[in-house]
Every structure is written in C-alpha cells, then in structure tokens.
C-alpha cells in the first residue's frame, strides 16, 4: 500500500477503504509507515474527518492490531463503564462493587496514562497490598467467584492506538472526532466487556471543549460501539466543579468507601447510581431504571457493596480492613488550608487547573514514568454557588515531602471566580444516550 497515495485520497476527502485502513493500522503497527506519514494522515483524517464505517473499521483494525480478550468463560453478560476523565472521578470505586453486590459480572481492565490525578489503577494500590496484576485465568476465576476485578490492561492491547495516540499530541490532532472514538473504543472492545456504559464528561473539566462537542462525542461513540456489536449507552455529565469532593489517590478511596458505607451524599453518589443503573440494565437485571437504581441505594444501605469491595480488595491482596478503617491508608504529613481571598458566591471554577495543583502536589504524573505519592491530594469545602466569607476554606491541600507547593498554589490561584449574586444551578446529567 503507497502510504502517499492513502494520504493523498484522504486529504481529498475520499472514504478509505476497509482494506485501506486495515493496511494503515498495520502500517501503524508493524512501523512500516514513518511517523511524518502517520501524521499526515492523522492531520488529513482531523481536517476531513471520516464516514461511521470508516470509523467503525478503524476502530475494530485497531482493536485487533494486538490481544483480543475472551471472557466467555465468566459466566453471565460482562458489564464495564469508561470516564472520559475528569477530577474527583471516583465513580468506578463506588459503581463497580454496588453494581457486582446486585448481581452483574463487572470484568474491569483501567489503564493508568496521564492526568491530574493518577488512574483507577494508582488508586487502588493506595491500598496496602493491593495488586492490580492478574493472569489471564486468575481474572475469570476472580469475577466468577465474586462478580468483580479491576486489573491492569495488558501490554499488548490496541498497540497501534498507542503509537497514534503518542503522534496525536504532537501533531495538535487529538480533537478528532473519529480519532477519539477509535481510541477509546478500540481499547472497550478488545478488553471483552459485552456491554460498556460511557461517562463523557462536559465542562472546564472534560476532554471536549463545548457541552455541545461533549453531546456529539457520547452519541458518536454510542453509535460507532453499537455499529462494531458491542452493547454502548453513555451518559454526558457535568465537570465544571470537581465530581466528588476528594482529589487524589488514597483520598478517593476514601472518599467512595464513605459513599458505599452510606455516610456520604452528593454528586459523586447520584452520577454513580445512575451509571451503575444503567450497567444494570445493560445486564438484563434490571426492567428501568427506577428499579436499577433501588437496588444500588439497597446495596449500599445493607452494606453489600460495601462488602463487595473488600472481597475484591482481599481477593487481590490486599487489607480488606481499609473499608472499613479509612485510617489504614496512606496519609500526607502536612495539610494546610486555601483561604478564600473575597467575599461572595462560588460562581465558577477552573475545574483542570484544580487538577492539575493536585498533580503539582505529586497525585499524577506529567510523563508515564513519574511517582506518585498516594497520600497527597486537595479536599474541596466548597461548591458551586455556596457562599463563603474572606479567609474561609477554599479547600484542603494535602501535602507531601516532595510536592511542589508553591506551583500547586500558583495554579490555584485565580481558579475560583466570585459574584454576589448565585450562579443559575447546572444540571449534574445532561443528556442519556442510548442505541438506535
């Protein structure tokens, strides 16, 4: 295949061939392709964009360019959710065990990457013991036997969306629409999961810079999933404020055991619910979603998910005491408050520059080799619209021997806007979005 001629048609916005674009993934793959022809196709794809079936062939080419994970020896219909990412997101350390306390098989591979804070993976490794690295074998018998696993991905998943997603970066093509959608559900559909609910997230926050871009991403993904014989639904929620109230590793494991233990309330709770609902009813177990989520708010007022959540952790080595003794995990050994600098109501937050102090503190990495600290991280006093007094606690920052203080401060500066009048209330779902 003449790379040159590909990118030549695409750059004419010509629709590539199935062929054309399993030769491109192989290219990607094997590296017979030089990263100045991978670009100008990406670059030529992000202009031109591509047709639902081209998008549909890239998306499976990438996603058999490496393992293709069976799980059909876990019996039952294997249930997985995705964030777009955001801060504050634990959903998944809520959702995951109240949605296996109800009887679905919540088979889970998370990635760690990039970000304000690290991955579901970092998270749970704050907890003393925990591994994230199973065999193929031990992952069945696990969600088997107690309906629950977040793993590591394999090294060989979708390596050719690794390569494109390096050149993305560089090549200021990561907006593309297809290119987004093939990422992601490259990587869903090799990991097995027969049905896959979506948390795109929308705000200062989100991946999309529009609420509208967001709109289209979730409905584009939706359609691409369902066209490639996966089961998708997505939800499109608010991230113009930190979803849950803690931001870091250890400190969102402690947050979502508040929230399963029936101690806490709030947007991180209601976006769980209704994430885990429709996992539900992806997984025939539910009629609606009245139904669905009754069986959560049951699961958490027995403390079925609560204990959920220690199997998993005990099954994966580590101390199950943690859910039930939040004080077994790591601590931060300073932590010193942020001081309102005006008087007024919270009108609007920088929601990624609050991330990214807490990354500045050392909760995330900047490169794919960086430490983390698990104890370091931000704890919100303050939400959207609520009023607050001059020198009142913006938040908490948790703060480590290596974090760089001073730079997390100069991020938070400025991050919080005031008025004095509240800001007009923001809908924390926007929209469901189903198959066709």
């Known amino acids: 295949m003449n790379p040159v001629e590909m990118i030549e048609r695409k750059r004419e916005g010509a629709c590539l061939t199935s062929y054309e674009i399993a030769q491109f993934v192989k290219a990607v793959t094997d590296g017979s392709f030089q990263d100045c ?140 629409l297809p290119l987004v959608v093939s ?24 991946i999309m810079p529009t609420l509208e871009k967001s709109l289209e991403l979730a409905r584009t993904m939706v359609d691409i999933g369902c066209r490639a014989g996966r089961k998708f639904s997505a939800l499109v929620t608010d991230m113009d404020q930190p979803l849950g109230m803690y931001i870091g590793n250890a400190l969102e494991v402690e947050e979502a055991i508040d929230v399963l233990s029936g101690r806490v309330q709030g947007p991180l709770k209601e976006v769980s619910l209704q994430l885990g609902g429709h996992m539900l009813l992806s997984a025939g177990l539910a009629q609606d979603m009245t139904q669905a989520v009754r069986m959560l708010e049951e699961a958490i007022r ?50 990624a520059a609050i991330g990214n102090a807490a990354r500045a503190l050392g909760a995330g990495r900047v490169r794919k080799d ?6 370091v991280g931000l704890v919100m006093k303050v939400r959207l619209g609520d009023y607050v007094e001059k020198g009142q606690p913006l938040l908490d920052m948790h703060i480590g021997q290596d974090s760089k203080k001073q730079a997390c401060q100069a991020l938070l500066d400025g991050s919080f806007v005031f008025a004095q009048q509240p800001p007009a209330p923001r809908p924390l779902i926007y929209e469901a979005v189903y198959s066709r």
Request: net charge negative; glycine share 14%; charged share 20%.
């Open 37 to 176: 022809q991978l670009g100008a196709m990406l670059m030529a794809i992000y202009l031109k964009g591509m047709s639902p079936e081209e998008t549909v062939a890239l998306t499976m080419e990438m996603a058999r360019s490496g393992d293709m994970l069976d799980l059909s020896g876990i019996q039952g219909i294997k249930v997985d959710k995705h964030s777009t990412g955001g801060v504050g997101d634990t959903t998944t350390l809520v959702l995951a065990p109240l949605v296996a306390a109800c009887g679905a098989k919540v088979a889970k591979m998370s990635g760690r990457g990039l970000g304000h804070t690290g991955g579901t993976l970092d998270k749970l490794e704050s907890i003393p013991g925990m591994s994230v690295s199973l065999t193929g074998e031990q992952f069945i018998r696990q969600v088997n036997q107690i309906g629950l696993a977040v793993i590591g991905q394999s090294g060989d998943l979708a390596p050719a969306d690794k390569r494109l997603y390096a050149l993305r970066d560089v090549t200021a093509t990561v907006g593309s």
């Open 302 to 351: 027995s403390g079925a998910g609560l204990r959920k959540l220690g199997d998993m952790i005990e099954w994966q080595g580590g101390d199950r005491r943690v859910a039930q003794d939040t004080g077994l995990l790591p601590k931060a050994p300073l932590v010193e408050s942020l001081p309102s600098p005006a008087t007024g109501y919270i009108a609007h937050m920088d929601t």
């Open 183 to 206: 990422s992601i559900l490259s990587k869903k559909i090799a990991s097995g999961a027969d049905a896959v609910v979506l948390d795109v997230k929308a705000g200062s926050g989100a």
């Open 370 to 375: 960086d430490a983390i600290d698990p104890a």
